[in-house]
């Protein structure tokens, strides 16, 4: 089953990139094998941290078109999407939602002091402009 679709706003527009260790993942792979694990850490993440569950999808999205491709897909979906998953951006994914909501806590905390405020000035400008004499009325 696949997400539903998700607004613009909603994408993960980008994710940290351990040089250290991708190199350290990818030491020793054919060049084919690097580029499918790159462009399958890419689709992971914009998708909000999981791969299509079809395979035909799957391999349309990472350009899979040959039985070569389709192999070597499915030789880095064992190494490195054990069960369709991967774990460092799993947890990064864990770590940019705990840094959103401690934010929006942030932001509500800060709105809620001012915002009494800022609701008592607009009541007493209304006030004073609804209490001011009409001087339209002398043209």
Known sequence: MTAPPRKKSDRLSWFKMDAGAFLAD????PTAHVGMYAR??????????QLPDNPVRLRRLIGASTPEDEQILQEVLEEFFPGNRNERLDIQLEEVAENSRAQSEKAKARYSKVAPERKEESRAANQARSTAPDDSADF
């Open 26 to 29: 990818t030491t020793g792979l």
């Open 40 to 49: 399958l850490l890419n689709l992971y993440w914009t998708q909000g941290c």
